[in-house]
C-alpha cells in the first residue's frame, strides 16, 4: 500500500483524492501544513505528495522549494485551482511532476498517481502449500521494523528488503546506542530517545513527564516537587499548552502509573473511571501513558497518541518502548546523581575559594591540586606573575611540614607562623592528611590552611588595653571617693581644731574621726595588697577556725559601729583548724561577715554554721555558711558580686567579695554565693581544706 500525502487547507481536498483512488492500494494522509509533514517526509514514508496551492505568485514556490528540501526524491503534485504560465513553467522546473487543474477529475487523478507511484502488488499467503511471501523480519519483542506502519499482516512494506531477526536487532542495538552520546544531559538523551522511537516505531506525538531532581534543595521544598511531574521534552506539542501542564503522584496519570507500573491505555479498566486521568489525555490529546521506571521507582510518565499515520500503537511496540524507557530511568538516576556530585563539588570549591583563609591541596606528587584566592595572594611568587602556583612557591618552613605530613601521614598541631618578609604578620597554621578511599590506600594529598590572625591579635590586644584602661579609670574613680569620704571628718575637725582644741567634747570628736577614717584607709590598703596578690598563698601554720570568726566578726562590727546584730555560730562539736595565712583569711571571713551586716536590719542576727565534707580527692573539706537576714542575691548579683569594682551601694569600692575569692581560692577554696530562694535571704558558703592536725588534747 502506498501513501499519498495530501497538503491542503480543507480536508476536502483529501475526501476528493482519497474518493478518487483505490482504498486497497493508496492511503490517504492529509495534513494542513510542511511543519506537521516533517515527521513523514523526513524518514521517507510518504510515496507521492499533493500541494494544494494556486500557481499565481512567488509563495506557492517557496512551498514547491520547502517540500523539496524535506523529501527529494518524493514526486510532487500540484493541484492548481488558478495558475499562470510563467509561475507554471517555474514549479516544472523546480522538481514539480504534474500539475492539476481544478475541479479534479476522477481518471485524470487515478491515471497520473498510477504512472507516477506505480500498482502495489501485495501477496497473499498461497493455500494449500502454495509458494508464500516471505514474512517481515521481527526484533525479539516481535515488533515489525521494517513493515509499514499500519500495514496489515502479511503485506510488506515497497521498496523494503526482508532481513532476518538478528539484523533487525543490530540495528535496533545502533540506533538505542546513539543516545549515549548524551549520557551526561537528561534532556538531550529524552530527545534524541523519542526521535529514536519516531524512526523505530513511527511515533506521532508524544510527551516526557519528569520528577524534579532533588539537588541542594531544603527538605520540604524537595519534598513537595518530588510529587510533581514536569514536561521536559516532546515531539509535535505544542509548546504553549505544556506550560501550563503538570501531572501529580497525588492523581491522575501519575498516581495511576505509580500504583500498577505498566502500562495504561486510555481505554483501560483503571482509568476509565478516572476522571483526572481522563482530562490529562484529553488536553494532551495522547491514547497511552507508559511509566519510566529505574527498577525502583517511578521517575517519569511517557505519553504518545499513536502511528504518524494515525493508527494505535500495538502491543509488542509498547512493551518495546516500556523496556527502552526502564533503560533510559537508570540513565536518568545516574545523570541526577552525577549533578548531585558536581553540584556538591562546586559548591565545595566555591566555599574554599572564597575563604579568608589560604587553602592549598598538595598531592602525593608535590602538585598544588588546589589553591584558592586568599593563597594565591599569600604564596604568589615574586619571578612569576601568571599560571598555577607551584609547590616551591610555598615558604620553606611551611613546605617541608607539608613534605612530613605526606611521608609520615600524621597531622600536625596548629603552629603559628610569621613570614620572613612581613615580620608584623602572624599565621595560625593546620595542615590535614587525606588518605584515599580504597582499602590500604596511601596518602591521597594534603591540606593548609593557613588563617591571618594579625588583625585579630591586634584587635585582641587593643581590647585588653582597652579593658585595662577601663579598670584604671574605675579603681581611681573609686578610690578618689572613698579616700575623699574618710578625709572630709578629718578636714572638717582639722579647720576648727584651733580654736576649740580646749573643748573636750571636740576632742572626742577628733578622735572617733581620726580612728575612723584610718581604719577605713587601712582596709581600703589591706584590699588593694590582697588584690594584687601579696600574702594570699595557703601555705602557713593550722588556724583555728572558731576564733578566727569570732575576730573577724568583731572587726566587721567596728567597720560597722550603728549595727546591733548578733552572731550566731555553730560549730561541729570540736575544733577545727585549717591550713594558711591567718591575716589572710580573717580578712576574707571579715569581708563576708560585713557583706551579711550592711545587708541586714540594724538588730538582726547573722548565722555561722559549719559542716564536713569531702571534696573528691579524699582529704576532709570544711563548708562555711554564713546567712544574713536580708534580701539575698539576685542569680545576677550572685555572678557578678564576686567580680572587682562591683557594687549595689553608694559607698565603698565594691572590692570586698572580690578579695575573698581571690583570698578562698589561693588556699585551694571556692566561694560560692546562693541566689535567693524562697526563704529570702543572702547565703555565701566558703569551702576550705581541713588542716591535717587537731587541737592539742582533743
Known amino acids: 500500500m502506498r501513501t499519498i500525502l495530501v497538503l491542503a487547507d480543507h480536508p476536502d481536498t483529501a475526501e476528493a483524492i482519497r474518493a478518487a483512488l483505490n482504498p486497497e492500494q493508496y492511503r490517504i494522509v492529509h495534513r494542513t501544513s510542511l511543519e506537521e509533514s516533517e515527521p513523514l517526509l523526513a524518514h521517507g514514508r510518504v510515496h507521492l505528495c499533493v500541494l494544494d496551492t494556486d500557481l ?106 526482508a532481513v532476518g531477526p538478528a539484523r533487525s536487532g ?37 510527551v516526557i ?90 521517575l517519569g510518565v511517557a505519553l504518545f497518541d499513536g502511528h504518524i499515520t494515525g493508527e494505535p500503537l500495538a502491543n509488542p511496540e509498547l512493551e518495546l518502548v516500556f ?11 545516574n545523570i541526577w546523581l552525577h549533578d548531585q556530585l558536581v553540584a556538591n563539588h562546586q559548591m565545595l570549591a566555591e566555599i574554599l575559594r572564597e575563604l579568608s583563609s589560604a587553602c592549598v591541596v598538595v598531592g602525593p606528587d608535590l602538585s598544588i591540586l588546589h589553591a584558592n584566592k586568599a593563597a594565591r595572594r599569600l604564596f604568589r611568587s615574586t619571578s612569576r606573575r601568571t599560571g598555577e602556583p607551584e609547590f616551591s612557591d610555598l615558604p620553606a618552613a611551611l613546605g617541608s611540614k607539608v613534605y612530613q605530613v605526606l611521608k609520615t601521614g600524621a597531622g600536625l598541631p596548629t603552629f603559628r607562623y610569621t613570614p620572613e618578609d612581613a615580620p608584623g604578620t602572624v599565621f595560625m597554621v593546620s ?88 581604719q577605713r584607709i587601712n582596709r581600703l590598703l589591706q584590699q588593694m595588697r590582697f588584690l594584687a596578690g601579696e600574702a594570699v598563698g595557703g601555705a602557713g601554720e593550722p588556724v583555728p577556725l572558731g576564733p578566727l570568726i569570732q575576730e573577724a566578726f568583731q572587726e566587721a562590727q567596728r567597720h560597722l559601729p550603728q549595727s546591733r546584730a548578733r552572731l550566731q555560730y555553730q560549730d561541729l562539736g570540736k575544733p577545727v ?67 572587682p569594682f562591683f557594687t549595689t551601694r553608694n559607698v565603698g569600692l565594691g572590692l570586698g567579695l572580690a578579695v575573698t575569692r581571690r583570698i578562698v581560692e589561693g588556699h585551694r577554696g571556692r566561694l560560692e554565693l546562693v541566689p535567693a530562694g524562697e526563704e529570702r535571704s543572702g547565703v555565701v558558703r566558703i569551702v576550705l581544706p581541713l588542716a591535717d592536725i587537731t587541737a592539742p588534747g582533743s
Request: charged share 20%; aromatic share 4%; with cysteine.
Open 431 to 518: 595542615i590535614v592528611p587525606f588518605r584515599s578511599g580504597t582499602l590500604g590506600g596511601g596518602m591521597a594529598s594534603a591540606l593548609l590552611i593557613a588563617d591571618d590572625r594579625t588583625q585579630a591579635e591586634r584587635l585582641q590586644k587593643l581590647e585588653l588595653e582597652t579593658a585595662h584602661l577601663r579598670l584604671i579609670r574605675t579603681m581611681a574613680d573609686r578610690l578618689v571617693h572613698e579616700i575623699g569620704n574618710a578625709l572630709v571628718p578629718l578636714a572638717t575637725h582639722q579647720q576648727l581644731l584651733a580654736e576649740r582644741f580646749e573643748d573636750a567634747e571636740f576632742r572626742q570628736s577628733l578622735d572617733q574621726a581620726l580612728a575612723t577614717g584610718v
Open 323 to 333: 523496556h527502552l524507557l526502564e533503560q533510559v530511568g537508570l540513565a536518568l538516576r
Open 56 to 161: 499565481t505568485g512567488v509563495q506557492a514556490l517557496w512551498l514547491v522549494e520547502r517540500a523539496r528540501r524535506q523529501a527529494p526524491k518524493c514526486p510532487l503534485v500540484v493541484l492548481a485551482g488558478a495558475r499562470q504560465a510563467e509561475w507554471e513553467e517555474e514549479a516544472y522546473l523546480q522538481g514539480v511532476a504534474q500539475v492539476i487543474s481544478k475541479p479534479l477529475r476522477p481518471r485524470l487523478v487515478q491515471a497520473i498517481v498510477d504512472r507516477l507511484v506505480g500498482r502495489t502488488v501485495t501477496t497473499e499467503p498461497a493455500s494449500n502449500g502454495g509458494t508464500s511471501a516471505r514474512p517481515p523480519a521481527k526484533s525479539s519483542t516481535g515488533t515489525d521494523f521494517f513493515t509499514l506502519p499500519g500495514a496489515r499482516s502479511g503485506e510488506m512494506a515497497p521498496e523494503t528488503p
Open 577 to 643: 583548724f585549717v591550713q594558711g595565712d591567718r591575716a589572710a583569711l580573717r580578712h576574707a571571713l571579715t569581708e563576708v561577715l560585713l557583706n551579711a551586716l550592711q545587708s541586714s536590719p540594724e538588730e538582726a542576727t547573722v548565722a555561722v554554721r559549719l559542716m564536713s565534707q569531702a571534696n573528691g580527692t579524699g582529704h576532709p573539706s570544711l563548708l562555711i555558711e554564713i546567712r544574713d537576714s536580708g534580701s539575698g542575691f539576685t542569680p545576677e548579683t550572685a555572678q557578678k558580686a564576686v567580680e
Open 170 to 206: 543490530f540495528e535496533v542495538l545502533r540506533k538505542f546506542s546513539a543516545i549515549l552520546t548524551h549520557s551526561l544531559d537528561a534532556e538531550g538523551l529524552l530527545r534524541q530517545f523519542l526521535l529514536l522511537l519516531r524512526d523505530l516505531v513511527s511515533i506521532n506525538r508524544a
Open 209 to 298: 513527564f519528569l520528577r524534579q531532581p532533588v539537588v541542594l534543595t531544603a527538605a520540604a521544598r524537595s519534598a513537595e516537587e518530588g510529587r510533581s511531574l514536569r514536561p521536559v521534552c516532546w515531539l509535535s506539542v505544542s509548546a504553549s499548552v505544556l506550560e501550563h501542564v503538570e501531572l501529580s503522584l497525588e492523581a491522575g496519570l501519575g498516581a495511576a502509573l505509580q500504583q500498577v507500573g505498566r502500562i495504561l491505555r486510555r481505554s483501560s479498566p483503571e482509568l476509565l473511571q478516572d476522571p483526572e486521568a481522563q482530562k490529562e489525555f484529553e488536553l494532551l490529546g495522547m491514547q497511552v501513558a507508559v511509566p519510566i521506571m529505574d527498577r525502583e521507582q517511578l
